[in-house]
């Protein structure tokens, strides 16, 4: 099962930043935090992953709580190609394999 | 830098038939994993393999499924005996050493049994 809680759906309008929740209340000392997205039916596309600190890349920013019970993924300026089902993941201790949730289904309309 | 190569991207098969899926990892990437997204649902893990090894086969089917990574060559998914149900998009996913450094993904295979 997906260690992590995400709501469902979100709208986000076009050049707005983008806040999507991400719970993870049990997630062990030495596991990262990953986010995915998956547009329409394509393969899912890697975004970022951090462990304690925040992360930015050019895609995204990563805000892990201090606890790291819970992180946001930001998309500073959305754009209607943004428009995807975006999954928090959280390694499976002592293995190797990403399980994913059921995501959030990030809706951006002009 | 090619990414993660999958082929066909599409098969038809008829029930009863084996599928065969092909995934070459990233250069450098010797961990691959694969997943199956059934329509309307998420991906869900089968197997973990990395060179010559199945390290995590927790989700694959007991019976007619079965993954491969020779030491040359691509990894292979194979599905004998097809059922309807078999359809769906399958990914395949390399890393490089573990999953610290996160997958990427290829665009998958569509499989639809007829």
């Known amino acids: 099962d997906a260690k992590t809680t995400q709501p469902p759906s979100m709208d986000c309008a076009e050049g707005r930043a983008a806040n999507l929740p991400c719970n993870h209340s049990?997630?062990?000392?030495?596991?990262?935090v990953y986010w995915y997205r998956q547009i329409h039916s394509q393969g899912p596309q890697y975004i970022i992953h951090?462990?304690?600190n925040n992360e930015t890349n050019e895609m995204a920013s990563l805000i892990i709580t201090e606890d790291r019970k819970s992180s946001t993924l930001i998309l500073p300026h959305a754009t209607l190609r943004d428009t995807a089902v975006y999954y928090c993941?959280?390694?499976?201790?002592?293995?190797?394999?990403?399980?994913f949730g059921t995501g959030t289904r990030l809706q951006v309309f002009p | 830098n090619a990414g993660v190569m999958q082929n066909p991207r599409h098969l038809v098969r008829r029930r009863g038939q084996e599928a065969r899926l092909r995934c070459s990892p990233m250069?450098?990437?010797?961990?691959v994993y694969w997943y199956r997204q059934l329509p309307e649902e998420g991906l869900k893990f089968m197997v973990y393999?990395?060179?010559?090894?199945?390290?995590?086969e927790s989700g694959m089917p007991k019976e007619r499924f079965s993954a491969e990574f020779p030491k040359e060559g691509p990894s292979i998914l194979r599905i004998q005996q097809v059922v309807r149900g078999d359809s769906a998009a399958y990914f395949c996913?390399?890393?490089?050493?573990?999953?610290?450094?996160?997958?990427?993904f290829g665009s998958g295979t569509r499989l639809t049994v007829v």
């Open positions: 951090g462990l304690k």
């Open positions: 250069k450098g990437h010797s961990h």
């Open positions: 993941i959280v390694r499976v201790e002592g293995t190797d394999k990403l399980i």
């Open positions: 049990t997630i062990s000392g030495n596991e990262y």
């Open positions: 996913a390399s890393s490089p050493r573990s999953a610290n450094y996160g997958y990427t």
């Open positions: 393999l990395q060179k010559e090894n199945i390290i995590d």
